[in-house]
């Protein structure tokens, strides 16, 4: 069903895996297919390389655009494996219909896929931190400006290869002031503009010295809800906290399966509304022992310290993190090390 056009040449020998930077260097091929005439079309996998829209794509005025972010692995054995694809098609597809964008056919996402990750395989290397970040997305294509939905969209898929995506320590500011969705908006979606309005606010906190922003509730910014990038996770004593997905969060694939590990290893865990005041005051006293983030790209971040209003506050190093705890075990499923009794894993034959 795929129509598959082969690069002449790779990239992969002038490719340094031991210096990557996130998100720079893609593989020899990519997937796309096309929506016209009210039907997605037959999806091709063909060299890398430039697109050519018209200038009035809608794309490029309305924003409709929405993508996801997944990993492929390889084990020991070289196999390949993915972890919950099941999860990112469901979601760019929910993401898609918030923005008016048709839904895309699971045999083309899956078959698309795999053909495209075998064609690429030597591009995902062995060893723990190695992957294949895998892009899809969705744009409008169709020529115009007036204000509707576009009735021609391009699906995609491009792959990166990845280590590590955050290097050294993280530290986060409570926002105040600059809100990433509102109650009824596209929050839950990874739409494009998401992350575009989020970029200025960021940029603020770098230069205060923070990494990244945790967003507080449009309404009243009393209420913790994501970081930047990253759902985010509390421990306060010995009990994790985590805010409820709604429609301003994202409904993380990581955050669920860590909420998943938790109740595995009877890990006490609270899903709820979770206010500034209460995190503060548990810092000052003592026991907020750990923050981390939570995401495909990242895994599990640990954040070492947060600042809110005029007062920056460490965190303690611990030697029995949650973090490392739930990132170890995600990994060792991911890569094939460990048993996956949830069903998680998805091998690319």
Excluded at 103 to 130: A, Q, T, V
Excluded at 158 to 167: E, G, M, R, T, V
Aim: with cysteine; aromatic share 14%; glycine share 8%.
């Amino acid at each position: 069903m795929i129509d598959i056009q082969k690069s002449p040449s790779s990239k992969i020998e002038n490719t340094n895996f031991d210096n990557l930077v996130f998100g720079k260097v893609f593989t020899d091929h990519m997937m796309e297919c096309d929506y016209v005439d009210g039907e997605w079309k037959k999806p091709v996998i063909k060299p890398y390389g430039p697109l050519t829209l018209d200038p009035s794509a809608r794309v490029f005025h309305y924003g409709q655009a929405v993508f996801e972010g997944m990993k492929a692995y390889k084990d020991k054995d070289d196999r390949i494996w993915l972890f919950r694809p099941d999860e990112n098609f469901k979601r760019i597809n929910r993401s898609g219909k918030r923005l008016a964008i048709p839904e895309f056919p699971k045999e083309y996402f899956f078959e698309g896929l795999e053909e495209l990750l075998k064609l690429d395989r030597n591009w995902i290397k062995k060893g723990f931190g190695n992957s294949l970040y895998i892009r899809p997305f969705v744009i409008a294509t169709e020529a115009g400006v007036s204000a509707s939905a576009a009735s021609e969209y391009k699906f995609m898929i491009i792959c990166s290869p990845a280590q590590a995506y955050y290097s050294g320590e993280v530290r986060v500011k409570f926002s105040e002031k600059f809100s990433r969705a509102a109650d009824g908006g596209v929050g839950y979606a990874k739409a494009a503009g998401n992350y575009g309005a989020q970029f200025y606010p960021t940029n603020l906190a770098k230069e205060e010295g923070f990494q990244q922003i945790i967003w507080t509730d449009a309404n009243s910014h009393e209420y913790l809800e994501e970081a930047g990038t990253m759902n985010i996770f509390f421990r306060v004593g010995d009990t994790l906290i985590t805010a409820p997905t709604n429609d301003r969060i994202l409904d993380g694939v990581t955050r669920k399966s860590i909420l998943t590990l938790a109740e595995e290893y009877n890990i006490d865990v609270e899903v709820r509304r979770v206010s500034v005041q209460e995190i503060v005051e548990a810092a000052e006293k003592g026991e907020l022992k750990e923050m981390f983030g939570s995401g495909t790209a990242t895994v599990v971040n640990p954040i070492v310290g947060f600042g809110h209003k005029d007062k920056k506050f460490d965190l303690p190093k611990l030697e029995d993190s949650y973090a490392t705890f739930f990132k170890d075990k995600l990994m060792k499923i991911q890569y094939n090390e460990a048993e996956d009794k949830f069903g998680w894993r998805y091998e690319v034959k």
